[in-house]
């Protein structure tokens, strides 16, 4: 007897057939994007570690011997939870937290390590390579640093156990996910089949009362009822949908609420580099009297270097200075981000004319401060040597180079105290006191300061 499936058969297969297709496409992209995600986190907080582990060498003075640089690649390897090799610009291993002190100069030469080359060529190397050792996948990543015998480099290694972990995870919930799926279908096709089996015993008591009373009128309210049933989950569906999109706009309005607020020059772009949204922020701070929406940023801001950093299709982040010109010309950071997902970027503008301005003013400042500084204590010096070669036995003399030692001693107190007074002032502690001052006696107090 040749089988023939039934509504709930059919809607069960299809279910059955729509949950497996969608779970093992949706299970072969989320595992393909979660591993890149998890690779693309290692790799970056690897890279940060090994630039800060190069840069902490070179302007660290490291003894350059086996020793020491073994001592410090075990130390640095507990810090970073990774393997650390240190190695020098022939490829010898001057240290490695996995191998012993007394094994380093039969270790094997690492000069033509994929990771190793490009960190010379580019400044950093990555390499995937499978351990026979650990039975896993091992990334390498490798930055180069400047030491006393030319140009080394710091590599770090760490095993994807933890990437191949949460992909396992990940599939074990894409099987339970299925197989709650399937039982969902079965009671969903159940369901399913019994409403519309009800739904078609309706419409043919309808028909026979039609055909057989001419008076539809009794089936007629049964089915008013069924149908009136489904109108009303329509309307319930349509005052969700009404509901959500409501939701929808409100979400939208405080997002645009916050970007308003924010002190910030804030600006979204497409894949095109055109301009997506732009708060009032970057509106002020580019002195613009129309939003650009829709234009391409290099018409908003005429700034080749920003425009070359936002359309570098491998950048993730980035940071660039540059000047605003205008009737007041601006310093400006620009820090522009990708958005993997919708393929495009935001940019954040950040006036830093003041505080550049600022670190200008206190890099001159603390630099007349130590010549300042130098003077009284060259004087004090200067007169404490001379009595000190014979001076003091002449009372006269001696005399008058001590006045002088008191003087600057004095003058050096008092420059400490101001030091101090402009302290207070950047706390934001110390108060103005204004009175009237004797220029006279200020300038004959400098010039006599000057001639001792």
Do not use: C
């Amino acid at each position: 007897m040749k089988f023939k499936p039934g509504i709930r058969s059919r809607l069960f297969l299809i279910s059955f057939l729509i949950i497996i297709v969608m779970a093992l496409v949706s299970g072969a992209y989320l595992e393909t994007e979660l591993r890149t995600w998890l690779e693309t986190r290692i790799r970056t907080e690897l890279l940060r570690e090994a630039a800060t582990i190069a840069r902490f060498i070179e302007f660290s003075e490291i003894a350059d011997s086996y020793e020491v640089y073994d001592n410090l690649a075990d130390s640095l390897s507990v810090d970073t939870s990774a393997r650390v090799t240190i190695i020098g610009q022939d490829g010898s291993v001057l240290g490695d937290s996995d191998i012993n002190l007394d094994q380093l100069a039969s270790s094997e030469n690492h000069s033509d390590r994929p990771e190793v080359i490009e960190a010379h060529r580019t400044g950093s190397g990555i390499s995937k390579r499978y351990s026979m050792t650990l039975r896993t996948e091992m990334l390498y990543l490798a930055v180069p640093f400047q030491g006393e015998k030319g140009q080394g480099v710091v590599r770090l290694a760490v095993p994807l156990s933890e990437v191949e972990q949460a992909v396992g995870r990940l599939r074990a919930m894409i099987a339970v996910a299925i197989l709650v799926g399937i039982a969902v279908a079965a009671v969903m096709s159940a369901i399913a089949s019994h409403m519309m089996s009800s739904t078609l015993k309706a419409l043919i008591d309808y028909a026979k009362s039609l055909v057989e009373t001419g008076s539809g009128s009794a089936i007629a309210f049964r089915s008013q009822d069924e149908i009136a049933g489904l109108a009303g989950s329509i309307r319930k569906l349509g005052d969700d949908l009404e509901k959500v999109v409501a939701e929808l706009g409100l979400q939208r309005d405080n997002l645009q609420a916050v970007l308003e607020s924010i002190s910030d020059a804030v600006i979204a772009l497409d894949a095109n580099h055109k301009i997506t949204l732009m708060n009032s922020s970057a509106m002020k701070l580019l002195e613009l009297l129309k939003n650009p929406v829709g234009r391409n940023i290099i018409e908003a801001i005429r700034v080749p270097a920003l425009f070359e950093l936002v359309r570098n299709p491998g950048h993730e982040t980035g940071m660039i200075e540059f000047d605003l010109p205008g009737p007041v010309p601006k310093r400006i950071l620009a820090h522009v981000t990708a958005q993997q997902v919708r393929r495009g970027s935001v940019i954040v503008l950040r006036d830093i004319t003041r505080m550049r301005q600022l670190e200008n003013a206190r890099r001159d400042f603390f630099a007349n401060a130590s010549h300042e500084l130098r003077t009284p204590v060259g004087i004090i010096q200067a007169n404490a040597e001379t009595l000190s070669s014979g001076a003091i036995d002449d009372p006269e003399k001696s005399k008058e180079f001590l006045d002088a030692i008191y003087r600057n001693s004095k003058r050096l107190t008092a420059l400490i105290d101001d030091l101090l007074q402009i302290s207070k002032i950047e706390e934001g502690r110390y108060k103005l006191n204004i009175e009237p001052v004797n220029i006279r006696k200020v300038a004959d107090h400098a010039v006599a300061t000057i001639a001792t």
